[in-house]
């Protein structure tokens, strides 16, 4: 069973444009929603994180949205470039507890010159 | 250079025979992890450890064994390897604290004939 839900499956973008990853959960224990980046042939990294009660968090051209009541969230890429192209995850955290990181299937990302 | 290593990067081996895949990490973190990639799945965590002497399963631990007998150290070993744990493993590691945030090794990708 998936915890988190994520959507699409992969995504073609072209340069400049905005990519946008969609994560759905239905666990309401979980307290933090982070999302890693996962270039060819590297583990994945921590990209940004968001906590439920805030709605939005942005860093540079990456932008998460939460939305608590829809349980919900997604990751927006503004500007998109060539260099963002990688696997996406996002995940779902719970602080209490040990086994507390729930991933997403994954987006593979393309951006097209 | 805070970081995970993994060892070895590529594998290929045949059913049944025992192997070990080493972890490592130079961060002092508490906590340790196993999860397997595989296309359309995810990251699925195999096992967990809290610290030192301390393990427990994940998702998906059919078929493996971890020991944490030193905090830096978290091997993963597959008794009798069967061609459904062909895959890609990654070894992450975090602060207790922050186990949203891990950190991950460069991945072993492990074909099982």
């Known amino acids: 069973q998936q915890q988190v839900k994520q959507s699409p499956q992969s995504l073609i973008v072209q340069k400049g444009g905005i990519s946008i990853i969609n994560c759905a959960y239905e666990?309401?224990?979980?307290?933090?929603f982070p999302w890693y980046q996962q270039f060819p042939g590297k583990g994945p990294a921590l990209l940004i994180a968001?906590?439920?009660?805030?709605s939005e968090k942005k860093e540079g051209r990456f932008t998460i949205s939460f939305n608590k009541s829809a349980k919900q969230f997604s990751l927006h890429i503004m500007d998109s470039q060539p260099g963002d192209s990688a696997t996406y995850f996002c995940?779902?955290?719970?602080?209490?507890?040990?086994?507390?990181?729930?991933f997403g299937t994954g987006t593979r990302l393309t951006v097209i010159p | 250079e805070a970081q995970v290593t993994q060892n070895p990067r590529y594998l290929i081996t045949v059913t049944g025979k025992k192997l070990t895949v080493t972890c490592s990490q130079n961060m002092n973190h508490e906590y340790m992890s196993w999860y397997r990639q595989d296309p359309g799945l995810g990251l699925r965590q195999i096992y967990y450890?809290?610290?030192?002497?301390?393990?427990d399963k994940g998702d998906v631990p059919e078929g493996y064994k971890v020991s944490r007998k030193e905090k830096r150290n978290f091997p993963l070993i597959l008794e009798s390897p069967s061609p459904n744990q062909t895959s890609l493993y990654f070894c992450a590691s975090s602060f207790a604290g922050i186990r949203y945030e891990q950190y991950f090794g460069p991945g072993t990708r492990l074909t099982v004939t």
């Open positions: 995940a779902a955290s719970i602080r209490t507890g040990a086994n507390n990181l729930f």
């Open positions: 666990n309401t224990a979980f307290d933090y």
């Open positions: 450890s809290m610290n030192v002497e301390v393990t």
């Open positions: 968001i906590r439920p009660d805030v």
